[in-house]
């Protein structure tokens, strides 16, 4: 089959033929029907050697959808046939946080050498794709592959840190969106579903504001020295009840740490590698700081549906697998707008 793969520390993806894995006992092989590009895929590409962790040659694509095309010996679940959606954030199933479904925080997994696909488990950006076990596909029923398969990481990732802030996020209150790119223009759209916020985006590119603006932010702000005091100047002044950072550097986390309402939310998605100093006089009185990671399985389940609702729409950049060494390219200079998906 021919398989999207980061070979060597530094250099650019190559497409390649490589042996169709066959699914070992418990695991499903699905047939890809699209798989799509993260900024995080881009930031291990650019780890240094001494940083690297992901094992080498790596099947990329950490977003998956496909067609459910073999069940290995005693997997069950699923059928031949099925269309599902994968739940990347694998865990070991039996820890607490498993148990709840939150495996994007399992505590086993680091230690039994447990890796999402396209993080250390060969990834979706190839023809067939192993999952390990059939609690992580979703089934994805009438939904588009295309313009759904991003959901399972722009689209939750956004979501389970905006489900955590709820309660800051009633009428009156404020929202801040910094980066408005793959996961930041789903996170505008979620916020619009199911909360009351002023949604406010902040970006750095003038096209992505037009986007932002276009999935319904109220407000668009040039991300730059000022731009938490455009935040509190829209927010009455308070500030932002909560922040979501999807990029993460030193100078969104200074924005955010300027920006936040007293008693507000940072939530650091990004990791633009940026350290907020917390403590009295540099925080808010009463500010929260946290990094949550990707999202839970029932919590992919309910942005599937929000999707269905039409409520919430993926802005699809389409590549072809031979393309997809471009695809990266273009995610490096900053010009997908929305998602990139290959179709394999
Ligand atoms: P992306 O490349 O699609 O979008 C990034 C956006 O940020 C772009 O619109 C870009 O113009 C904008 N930007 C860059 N610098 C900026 C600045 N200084 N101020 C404001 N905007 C700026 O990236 P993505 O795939 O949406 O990922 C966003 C971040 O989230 C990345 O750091 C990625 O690694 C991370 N991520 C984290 C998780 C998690 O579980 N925490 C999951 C997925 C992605
Ligand atoms: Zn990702
Ligand atoms: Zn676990």
């Not at 992901?54 to 997997?75: F, M, Q």
């Not at 924005?255 to 309402?261: E, G, P, S, Y």
């Not at 590549?319 to 997809?324: A, R, T």
């Not at 990266?328 to 990139?340: C, D, E, H, M, V």
Request: proline residues 6%; hydrophobic residues 45%.
């Amino acid at each position: 089959m021919r398989a999207l793969q980061y070979r060597t520390i530094g250099a650019e993806p190559e497409l390649v033929d490589i042996d169709t894995p066959e699914p070992g006992p418990g695991q499903i092989r699905i047939k890809v029907t699209a798989a799509g590009l993260c900024h995080s895929d881009e930031f291990i590409m650019g780890l240094p050697e001494d940083q690297y962790i992901y094992g080498l040659p790596l099947t990329l694509g950490h977003e998956g959808v496909g067609i459910v095309n073999k069940l290995g010996s005693g997997a069950h679940g699923v059928t031949v046939g099925d269309a599902v959606a994968v739940y990347g954030p694998w865990g070991c199933g039996h820890c607490h946080a498993c148990l709840e479904g939150q495996e994007n925080y399992c505590t086993n997994a680091a230690a039994l050498g447990i890796a999402p696909p396209g993080l250390g488990a060969p990834g979706a950006i190839a023809e067939y794709l192993i999952v390990d076990d059939a609690r992580h596909l979703l089934p994805l029923g009438d939904l588009d592959p295309v313009a759904t398969v991003s959901l399972t990481d722009a689209g939750l990732t956004p979501y389970h840190a905006i489900k955590a802030s709820l309660a800051k996020l009633g009428p009156g209150s404020t929202a801040l969106v910094i980066g408005a790119g793959g996961l930041g223009h789903m996170a505008i759209q979620i916020l619009r579903a199911v909360s009351s916020a002023t949604v406010i985006a902040a970006d750095i590119d003038a096209d992505k504001l037009t986007l932002a603006k276009e999935v319904g932010a109220h407000l668009t702000i040039a991300s730059d020295d000022s731009a938490h005091a455009a935040v509190r100047d829209a927010a009455h002044g308070v500030g932002a009840d909560v922040v979501f950072d999807f990029v993460g550097s030193a100078a969104t986390l200074e924005t955010a740490r300027l920006a936040v309402a007293v008693d507000g939310i940072v939530q650091i998605v990004g990791i633009g590698g940026g350290l907020l100093p917390s403590g009295f006089f540099s925080t808010p009185f009463g500010a929260w700081v946290r990094v949550p990671y990707w999202g839970s399985r029932s919590e992919l389940m309910e942005v599937l549906d929000l999707a269905r609702s039409g409520a919430i729409t993926v802005h699809v950049e389409r590549f072809s697998l031979d393309d997809g060494p471009e695809a990266y390219r273009r995610l490096k200079a900053g010009t997908i707008r929305g998602r990139a998906v290959v179709v394999p």
